[in-house]
């Protein structure tokens, strides 16, 4: 009974404060109710919301007006003509820092606005500038989210996270450690995964017991790894969301079997908030398409077919502060080819791949999908930890972290590195190097990339 008035004193506290701070939770009532909506009806909604933040730019933002002014997207009135949204150039990481200034709204002094920069695991780190609308529909999305994964306001969560800026590991603010306590979370960092490590993070996860584990792909899934070989007993809790990597096939499995409970894979980025979520049908990914415009395109930028991987664009429809409209935000993905049995009418992503920068580039121009080498790579026994590299078109570096260490790692595995070799280039005709090391680091934004490629498309 105690710990019933505790956790509805914490759930009332968070919810006055989480009102205090904006609309968030009359945002969630509105996207709980729009899920539901037919697609013809959500379309019409995007497309309003679509017109405004449109406009709201060619009024407000420099870059904006004499970019549309360029290309004909308004008319003599200074109209916009949603008709002509496509013919909008695509906006590149590099022009966000390029014309960082004619990008911001000029009534930004009005708005209850923020700053904030992405982890640049892309190679180019990224600033934005959000406002107070953007922040509680977020928040909102996050809400909805959780609720399709069965965990409410409050209920107990872990984060296995790694942005310097979210985990400070003991050295964070008081305030931070409060708000923690009342929304029942325990956070655990990604850069932190050394045996010793893990095996706290197992310890104090079976005590704490959360509804909901929420983390980065990659990190859970070592995790996973980890418990497997060591024979750790893990709690299972209600449901799994990963997020800010990729979940492939091999992990989803591996996780689920560990922890014994469902995964829901969640779509994000830092500068665009959280885009898509799995339901509880697990058949794909349900875009917040009230909040943000994505769309599908194959590499000479027409929209790819259903099915069909190709780069994905994303138009945020609720920020003002600093509009993004037609954003190559770098990743790569797919639509699904058949609505979701859930009966949403949201948009459905079949599957978000990877990063632009996964997709490795042979001798006669193909892309590979760098998914190729996780399957060749993970399944070998040795192999705690893997990184592939595309230096040159003709270069691949394959570093290994093994799971034993002691002797010449490259004498110890030589018959297992030359069937690496061997698998390798029957995908790719190039140089194979293997460099053995002890550990291989997370990017500075706590995420761990398995393949990366620095040849230019």
Known sequence: MKGYAMSHFKRFVWERRVSWQGKTLDYLDQLREWQWLPADRLYELQQQRLLAVLQHAYDHTRYY?????????VDRFGQVRLERFTAIPFLEKEAVTQHFQELLSDDLAARNWYEGTTGGSTGVPVRFVRDREYFCWNQAIKALDDEWTGRSLIDKQVRLWGSERDIMDGHEKIR????????NERWYSSFRMKPDDMIRYVKEMNEFRPVQILAYAESLYELARFCEREGLTVYSPQAIMTSAGTLYDYMRQTIERVFQAPVFNRYGSTEAGDMACECECHQGLHVSSA???LEI?????RPAKPGETGEIVVTLLQNYAMPYIRYRIGD??????????????????????????????????RWIDGRVFLYILDPKPFIRKFQVIQ??????????????????PHAVYAQEVAGIKQEIKRVMACEVQVEFLDEILPTSSGKYRYTISHVTR
């Open 291 to 293: 909040t943000h415009l």
């Open 176 to 183: 931070t450690h409060i708000g923690r306590w009342f929304r």
């Open 391 to 408: 230096e040159r078109v003709d270069l691949l570096r394959i570093l290994i972290a093994p799971v034993k260490k002691g002797g010449d």
């Open 65 to 73: 007006r004499e970019l549309f002014q360029r290309h004909a997207i």
């Open 297 to 301: 395109v194959d590499q000479e930028g």
């Open 332 to 365: 790569m993905g797919a639509w699904a080819t058949e609505p979701c049995s859930c009966g949403r009418g949201l948009p459905l992503l079949k599957e978000v791949s990877g990063r632009v920068t996964d997709m490795f580039v042979d001798t006669d121009g």
